[in-house]
Structure formats: structure tokens, C-alpha cells
């Protein structure tokens, strides 16, 4: 315990100097937080469980959920959760293990989530491992291909026969927690045996001559893509659910969490409109009967929003959406559509005010430039206008909230989006308590928007409290 209030007494020196010069604290998270053996994190859990665009660092959950921000028997909440790294924090921390909620609109980020949090009986996944490859022999199963256009241009007619077969055999199982995670494991192969090229996050098809002929680059390209010409589907999955079955054993080891004291519950698909659904078969959300979030409930909110424009995650992550059937074609336009930071907007929509002068100003001068850009801004800070908004109604008196966010540059203007974000907080009725600024050093899978759009470098952690 003497290790936890180190965390309080940083907290407490952040707060002062910030207090002090009012502008944005340098501190690193990581090795901070790397001087115990208990937060040091690495594929640790199930962290690594899959890949997914944008990941948040542990180490900036584990810092908060270590001190008296919230008090231990609070409940956590993480309106943008991706694949998930809050909710796992918060589950499995060593000395207070609370409960936390979830809303994510991409489905594939809610089952990997969901796989990563919920743990399993081992002799019972062994078991349904046995049946699975015993129904790869079988030969009356007919594959699942999903129907897409260019789906030729992205896999092998040899691929795309092993992944249908491999999805139809996943299909056959019972019991949906086991199903869901061998289907991570299923998504985990996608790119793998793709002939998209694997340096790139958003999928494009790979060309080797793009590569220095000669360099060793170019040569692991060639070899790629002869091997997936071709690719051994059935011994990358057999790896992949040898490595995940580790992970969730030792997430299945830890008391509270396999005896369901602490638990993450992924209940809703869009934080503009939060409510307590109920999660179901590869990550779908059953809406019926769905009951509104109760106001005053939640102790800490931590999140890392969308980046305005910078993060293509319906992009980054369609094959795979695709394959599991979690879309087709033209839901995958609308899910694109929904996220928040979309770049997919209607020029002829209205800029929309927000009273908020630094944004407004910034829409009104970027409107000189690109219309389309100023209305993707305009209804990014909108959107999270209303996110934080629920947000602070969910929250307990005294209650935080989080944000992990990058800055962006939109046609040629810096957008300092924390700034930003503090100034929506403050205008609902929080506290500025703390700006902390910390390099970005592994978040995974992390895309340029544009050849004008600089790489997003720091990370701004914003304290807010109610
Ligand atoms: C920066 S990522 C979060 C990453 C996450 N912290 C992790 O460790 O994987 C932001 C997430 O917000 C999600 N998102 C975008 N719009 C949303 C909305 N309206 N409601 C809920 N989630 C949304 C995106 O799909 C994306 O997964």
C-alpha cells in the first residue's frame, strides 16, 4: 500500500505547479509509473489480445485508478473504450479493483473489448478448441465469405476460402463468450494473411515496388505477399488462440475478476446518447428494453476521444469488420458516418455554433479555406460537446473526468483540441483541475490524416472535475 499513495502525493505536486505557471504540466506516465513492478505493463493480461488503432497507454489509467481521484468502490466509465485498456485497468488493478462501463460505436472495438474483460474457463476452452479443429476436417461445412466488392483485390481466392471455412466452423460453436474468443482470434488473422500492406494501418493494397529494391524491406514485402498467395490460415489461428489462451488465463486467474466482484460492462454503442443496453453475441448491443444512465452514479470518467479527422478507425479496421460480418458494404459507409471525428461529412451541411469563441472562430476561418473541413470540425466539437455533457451528468459530485487527447493541424491551423475540450468542460460546469502534457510514445497503429495533417506528437491530459 506504501507504493499507491506515492501516486496521491504526485497528483497533489502536479496540481500545485499547475496552479502555479497554469499551462500544461511535462510528465511521463511511463516511467512514472515503471518504478513498481506491480504497473509495469508490457503484453501483460490481455492487453495484447489484438491490435486496435490508437490505443490508449495503460500507464495513464493505472496513475489515476491508483489514487484517491475515486474513492475504491467507485464505478469507472469509459464513453470512447476501443479495445478496451480502461476497463481492463480498471478490473484488474492490484489494490482496487472496480467495476467499469463501456460505450464504443465500432462493434469490432466492443467485442475485442468484451474478450479482453471477460474471463473463461480454461478446461471448457480447451475443449471447445478440440471441437473447432475437429470441424475443420469436416468437409459439409461451406465457408462464410463475406459479399463485398474488391474483396479479390484484398485476399486470395485460396485465403478467402480458409478464412470462410474457418468463420463457418467459429459460426458452429455454442456458447457465445468461447465463440467470441476464438472470433478475436479469427480477426487477429485478417490482415495477416491480406495483400494489404502491413505497414500501413487503413488498408492499401500492397505494392513491393514501392519498397527500395534491395533493401530488406522490399524483400519481406515480395515474401508476404507470395505467402499469402497461399497463406497457412489454420497454423497462424492454432498460434494466435495459443498466445490469447495465455492472456485470458492470467486475467482468469485474478480472484475478483473470474468470480465477477469486478467486472466491465460494455452497455451502449454511442456516448452522444448513453444508455444500458445489454451486450450479446459478437459484440452486438441488445437495445430493447435499454434503461437511461442514472445522473450522480459514476465516481471517474477516463477516456481518450476520436482525434478530429486523424484516426480513420472504421477504415483501419473494415476487413476485419467485414469478415466477422459485423457489417456489409453500406452499413459500413453509415458506421464510418457515426463515428465522431468523421471525415465523412455533407458540404452543404450548416456550421452549427457552438458559443464556444475559440471554436467558433477557428470553424469561421477554416470555412476560408475548406467548407468541408470547417464542418468536420464544426461537428467533431459538437458532438463532444454533448458526450461531455452526458458525462458530467453521469458523474458524482466532485466526481473527474479524464481526457487523453492529441492536437491536431486543420488546414494549416494548429487546433489545440484540449484547450478546447477544457473550455466545453468549463462552459457545462466543471473544474479545470490540471492540464498534464506527456509524449506519445506507443500508441499503436496511429495514422497521418493527410499529407498537410501533422503527426499528432503529445498527448494533453486533461483533469476535469464536477
Ligand atoms: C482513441 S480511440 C479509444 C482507444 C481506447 N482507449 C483503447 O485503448 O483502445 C476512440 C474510440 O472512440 C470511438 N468512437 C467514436 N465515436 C463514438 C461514439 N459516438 N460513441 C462511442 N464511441 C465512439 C471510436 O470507434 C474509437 O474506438
Redesign the pocket.
Known amino acids: 500500500m506504501a507504493a499507491i499513495k506515492n501516486f496521491d502525493k504526485k497528483i497533489g505536486e502536479l496540481k500545485l505547479q499547475y496552479g502555479k505557471i497554469n499551462c500544461p504540466i511535462v510528465f511521463n506516465f511511463r516511467t512514472f509509473c515503471s518504478s513498481w513492478e506491480w504497473t509495469k505493463r508490457s503484453d501483460v493480461l490481455t492487453h495484447h489480445i489484438h491490435k ?5 497507454i495503460p500507464y495513464i489509467p493505472i496513475f489515476f485508478l491508483s489514487s484517491q481521484m475515486c474513492a475504491k468502490d467507485d464505478e469507472v466509465m ?9 476497463l481492463l485497468e480498471s478490473i484488474t488493478h492490484p489494490y482496487f479493483k472496480r467495476n467499469c462501463f463501456g ?4 462493434p469490432l ?1 466492443r467485442l475485442i ?1 468484451k474478450v479482453k474483460t471477460t474471463p473463461l474457463d480454461l478446461k471448457k476452452l480447451q475443449d471447445k478448441e478440440e471441437e473447432l479443429f475437429l470441424n475443420l476436417k469436416r468437409k459439409d461445412i461451406n465457408p462464410i465469405i463475406p459479399e463485398y466488392d474488391n474483396l479479390d483485390l484484398w485476399f486470395s481466392e485460396n485465403a478467402q476460402k480458409k478464412l470462410g471455412k474457418l468463420r463457418a466452423c467459429i459460426e458452429e460453436l455454442k456458447d457465445d463468450d468461447y465463440k467470441d474468443f476464438f472470433f478475436v482470434c479469427f480477426s487477429s488473422l485478417i490482415r495477416k494473411v491480406s495483400l494489404a500492406d502491413p505497414n500501413i494501418p487503413p488498408p492499401v493494397v500492397l505494392k513491393p515496388d514501392k519498397y527500395k529494391k534491395g533493401s530488406s524491406r522490399y524483400d519481406e514485402m515480395k515474401d508476404f505477399l507470395k505467402r499469402n498467395r497461399i497463406p497457412n490460415v489454420k497454423a497462424l489461428f492454432k498460434q494466435c488462440v495459443k498466445d490469447n489462451e495465455r492472456r485470458v488465463k492470467s486475467l482468469s486467474n485474478i480472484e475478483d475478476v473470474s468470480n465477477g466482484v469486478a467486472k466491465a460492462r460494455i452497455v451502449w ?4 446518447d448513453p444508455k444500458i443496453g445489454r451486450l450479446v453475441a459478437k459484440g452486438n448491443i441488445e437495445k430493447k428494453g435499454a434503461k437511461v444512465f442514472k445522473e450522480n452514479s459514476i465516481g471517474l470518467i477516463i ?5 478530429i479527422t486523424a ?1 480513420k ?2 477504415r483501419t479496421t473494415k476487413l476485419e469488420l467485414l469478415w466477422l460480418g459485423l457489417v456489409d458494404s453500406k452499413s459500413l459507409i453509415e458506421l464510418d458516418k ?4 468523421t471525415e465523412k461529412v455533407k458540404v452543404d451541411d450548416n456550421l452549427v455554433r457552438t458559443n464556444i469563441k475559440i471554436i467558433d472562430n477557428l470553424c469561421n476561418k477554416i470555412v476560408d479555406i475548406s467548407r468541408e473541413r470547417a464542418i468536420m470540425v464544426n461537428r467533431y466539437f459538437n ?1 463532444m460537446i454533448l ?1 461531455i455533457r452526458n458525462s458530467y451528468k453521469m458523474l458524482k459530485k466532485d466526481g473527474r473526468m479524464i481526457l487523453i487527447v492529441g492536437n491536431n493541424k486543420v488546414c494549416g491551423y494548429n487546433v489545440k483540441t484540449y484547450g478546447m475540450l477544457a473550455e466545453i468542460g468549463e462552459s457545462i460546469g466543471f473544474r479545470k483541475e490540471m492540464v498534464i502534457k506527456d509524449r506519445i510514445r506507443s500508441r499503436g497503429m496511429i495514422t497521418k490524416r493527410h499529407k498537410k495533417g501533422g503527426l499528432i506528437e503529445d498527448e494533453y491530459i486533461v483533469v476535469l472535475q464536477k
Open positions: 486496435y488503432p490508437a490505443k490508449l469509459d464513453p470512447f473504450t476501443g479495445s478496451g485498456t480502461v460505450i464504443e460505436i465500432n472495438a473489448a454503442d454511442d456516448s452522444r477516456t481518450s476521444p476520436p482525434y484516426q478507425y472504421v457515426e463515428t465522431i471525428g458532438d458526450v
